[in-house]
């Protein structure tokens, strides 16, 4: 905490370059990765993940959701974080924007979406829903990693439409 909330600079002999190794060292040890399952098990559509990512932005914008404070990048402890628990089907869902440092570095908190998903006989699994900014997805919302398949429902709903 001390290396993001400024105590570490009033340390003498931590100079600019000093506490930006530090912090990317920390960033580094602290970013625990979760090991990727296999693909073979089952996800939620990628229309159903959108809808998820709608309902939690629609009502993190309105301020209807109970905010947590998180701790990591987090030095006065605010609760600023909105947190949503729904359900869609069997699939249990917890959504909250994306508190990593490079989410922070970016300035995306307000709009990566991180995305937790089970059901009583799957196991946990996450993606991440952001704010496509290339290609022919440009300015749509895509779960990251399966952008093919927000293509073909983008397109259905389009069909759908028309």
């Not at 105590?7 to 090991?35: C, H, T, Y």
């Not at 440009?138 to 983008?154: D, Q, T």
């Amino acid at each position: 905490m001390a290396a993001w909330d400024g105590r570490l600079q009033q340390v003498p002999g931590i100079g600019k370059r000093r506490l930006a190794m530090l912090r990317a060292s920390l960033a580094e040890r602290l970013g625990k990765r979760r090991i990727r399952q296999p693909m073979t098990r089952s996800q939620p559509s990628v229309a159903t993940l959108l809808d998820v990512d709608r309902e939690y932005r629609e009502k993190a914008a309105r301020g209807a959701l109970k905010k947590i404070a998180p701790r990591r990048f987090n030095p006065t402890g605010e609760a600023w974080l909105p947190i949503l628990h729904t359900e869609r089907n069997d699939w249990s869902f917890t959504v909250l924007f994306s508190n990593t440092q490079r989410a922070h570095e970016l300035q995306k908190t307000g709009d990566w979406v991180v995305v937790y998903f089970h059901t009583d006989s799957e196991p946990e699994g996450q993606c991440t829903i952001v704010t496509s900014r290339t290609g022919t997805l440009a300015g749509r919302r895509v779960v990251r990693g399966r952008e093919i398949e927000c293509r073909s429902c983008y397109a259905n709903a389009t069909a759908s439409a028309a």
